[in-house]
């Protein structure tokens, strides 16, 4: 199947500190995509693949599980490590649970990690039925495109496989048992108001990383997508800064170190 247009991946060569950008489920390149290109832009090494079953039609996905979308961003950050001095793991919702994930498994090759309303848990009475539901019925109704902005839309899928969704809860789970060996720097966004993500998913987080340089903000003025949203731009700043920070030399005259 084609590839929806602006869910292509994005790579952009810079200097010897890497991104790696996660998209989230259903979700495509396209929510990290200005995010993406503002860290390009300063001279970062930007990768933000897309996930295997997302980015054409939501029957594509019914075929994938966590195991095939958490290979790819694993693939594209061993590409990364070879390539960089340093690497940074984000992600958004989903792809939060990703790059704590890689943080967890991958220990010194990750310098940090900046997650913005990362998923943790499937809420809800309907986590519960989906081991016989997901037999029963293909799909639900989509949650992509939960942003305040007017005039902004997310490029994602109108509905949720459900085979995907039994997938997605076990890799929450598997990720809750492994968040305490994540002991990078780590900066938290996330929105008081989400309709996809509860806080709580956030909160359980920082209480179980053995981070101990972190820093939590909230992004008061968007919803779950809020890369795309009215805080997109504060998200960019802070992001850029953190790495920065930990990658002296990032972002001082469009330059990554060593670029």
């Known amino acids: 199947m084609p590839v929806l247009p602006g869910a292509e991946p994005y790579r952009r060569e810079g200097g010897e500190v890497g991104v790696l950008l996660c998209h989230g489920f259903t979700g495509s390149p396209q929510s990290l995509r200005p995010w993406a290109?503002?860290?390009?832009?300063?001279?970062?090494?930007?990768?933000?693949?897309?996930?295997?079953?997302?980015?054409?039609?939501?029957?594509?996905?019914?075929?994938?599980?966590?195991?095939?979308?958490?290979?790819e961003v694993d693939r594209e950050l061993r590409a990364l490590s070879a390539r960089c001095a340093q690497v940074f793991v984000c992600g958004l919702s989903m792809g939060g649970a990703l790059a704590l994930r890689l943080a967890a498994r991958h220990g010194d090759a990750v310098s940090g990690?900046?997650?913005?309303?990362?998923a943790n848990k499937v809420h809800g009475l309907s986590a519960y039925a989906l081991p016989v539901a997901?037999?029963?019925?293909r799909s639900t109704r989509g949650i992509a495109?939960?942003?305040?902005?007017?005039?902004?839309?997310?490029?994602?899928?109108?509905r949720v496989p459900l085979h995907a969704a039994h997938s997605l809860r076990n890799f929450f789970r598997r990720v809750d048992g492994e968040l305490p060996q994540v002991t990078q720097p780590l900066l938290l966004l996330h929105s008081p108001q989400d309709h996809v993500v509860p806080p709580a998913d956030s909160a359980r987080i920082l209480s179980r990383v053995s981070s101990t340089d972190v820093r939590e903000i909230l992004l008061e003025q968007s919803y779950h997508v809020a890369t795309l949203d009215h805080d997109a731009d504060r998200i960019q700043e802070e992001s850029l800064a953190f790495i920065g920070r930990l990658?002296?030399?990032?972002?001082?005259?469009?330059?990554?170190?060593?670029?």
């Open 37 to 71: 290109e503002f860290l390009a832009g300063h001279g970062l090494t930007v990768s933000l693949p897309l996930l295997p079953g997302h980015g054409t039609r939501w029957e594509d996905m019914q075929l994938t599980g966590w195991q095939d979308w958490y290979a």
């Open 134 to 137: 997901r037999h029963l019925v």
């Open 247 to 259: 990658a002296p030399g990032v972002g001082k005259e469009g330059t990554a170190a060593g670029g």
């Open 113 to 118: 990690v900046v997650v913005v309303n990362p």
């Open 145 to 158: 495109s939960d942003i305040a902005k007017p005039g902004s839309v997310e490029i994602g899928y109108d």
